[in-house]
C-alpha cells in the first residue's frame, strides 16, 4: 500500500553512537523484563525512523519497534521509559492471554463491538496487534467509559533498514 511504502522509506541507518545509546537503555529494560517474568518473543528488533509516518511517536509493528530519531534526544530516563513501554506492546502482541489477564486487572473485559461498514472503513486504530482485540471497561459508569476506554487494535509490519535486534536469554 501507498502508506507502508511511505513507512518503509522512514526506516533510517543506525549511527555507532545512536546503536550504543539504545542499547545501554535496553540493558536493565531486559534485566527487569526478566525479573519480573514479563515473557518476551525470542527475537525482537527496534528500528531507526525519521518520524513521519506516526507523527513523531514511537509504536510498535509484531516484534518490531519503531523509534523516530528525534526520540535519541530524550533524557536518559525517559527514553528508557518510552522503549520500556514499547517493548511491553510486543509482549502482550506476542502473548494475547497475558494482553487479556493484565487488561481484565485494570477493569477491561473482551466484548463484540461490530461497527457499521461506514464506520469500520474509517477507524482509526492504534496498531497493538496484529488482529482486532476490543475490550469495555465494565464498572461504575461503564457505559460512559466505555466511549473514552474502547480499545481497538490492529497492525502491520513495516520493512526497513536499521534494525537493532534483541534476543531474550
Partial sequence: SEFLEFAARAAL?????ER?????QLKP????????????PERFYVVK???PEDAD???TRQN?????ASKLKLPEGALRHLIAHELFHVSTRAFPALAEK????????RCDVELPPALKARRITNPDAPQDR???LVGRQAARETQRHHLVACGDVVAGEGLIGGEVG
Fill in 20 to 24: 550504543e545509546v539504545i542499547e545501554a
Fill in 64 to 68: 518490531a519497534i519503531a523509534l523516530p
Fill in 29 to 40: 529494560v531486559m534485566a527487569s523484563a526478566k525479573r519480573l517474568g514479563l515473557p518476551l
Fill in 49 to 51: 525512523t525519521s518520524g
Fill in 13 to 17: 541507518a543506525w549511527e555507532p553512537r
Fill in 57 to 59: 511517536a514511537a509504536y
Fill in 134 to 136: 476490543e475490550a469495555c
Fill in 102 to 109: 493484565l487488561y481484565e486487572a485494570i477493569g477491561f473485559h
